[in-house]
């Protein structure tokens, strides 16, 4: 996401607040790539991640790119990656802001840890199967997908019968429309 400030101060005043109270976060390990907002009960979401991606065309990079609810294909299968998994995460975030609860929330197996097979179905039902160029760029993909793109991993995770219309939203009709257009935008 891109952004301009006509007042370039507020950036160095947020920099220095920062630096004297630090926003509370989530420790992991000897990172804290999760900063915690907000505390209501009565709210599905309140915690919010921030991705960032490098500068530069695209990089290479493990699985940790992004927390697991944000995750991208690239990201998923290793695959060098640039700025559209930012446009991704927008797209899940925007979901989660508007719906309160996360678009790949069920996502994880039994005992809590991220299924990445689990996901991609989750994935292949909401927006489609990826296009075979960009399964072609990793040889991780094999393991889910033939090379025409459809999914083979019915053992593992079957697709769920779910789509993005078909998932209940705060809007209807023609701003239903809209908004699941607008995500497909970002989702792919």
């Known amino acids: 996401m891109m952004l301009s400030l006509e007042d370039k101060t ?30 209501s009960a009565d709210q599905s979401i309140d915690t919010v991640c921030l991705c960032f991606a490098k500068i530069g065309k ?26 559209a998994v930012d446009i991704w995460n927008v797209g899940a975030l925007t ?39 960009l399964l072609r760029r990793s040889g991780l993909t094999n393991q889910c997908f033939d090379p025409n793109g459809s999914w083979i991993t019915h053992g593992e995770a079957a697709v769920p019968p779910v789509s993005l219309e078909s998932l209940k939203t705060r809007f209807s009709g023609t701003e239903k429309a809209a908004f699941i257009h607008f995500l497909r935008s970002m989702l792919k």
């Not at 695209?58 to 700025?83: C, D, N």
């Not at 508007?98 to 929330?105: A, G, I, K, N, P």
């Not at 005992?111 to 996901?119: I, T, V, Y």
């Open 58 to 83: 695209t990089h290479k990079t493990g699985p940790f790119v992004q927390p697991h609810i944000y995750r991208a294909l690239e990201v998923i299968f290793e695959m060098p990656w640039g700025s």
């Open 10 to 39: 507020l950036l160095y005043d947020f920099a220095d607040e920062e630096t004297e109270h630090p926003s509370p976060r989530k420790k992991k390990t000897n990172r804290a790539p999760f900063t915690k907002v907000g505390n």
């Open 95 to 133: 979901w989660d802001l508007f719906e309160r609860v996360y678009l790949f929330e069920d996502i994880f197996d039994a005992n809590g840890r991220h299924d990445p097979f689990k996901h991609l179905a989750f994935m292949v039902a909401l927006i489609g199967p990826p296009p075979p160029d």
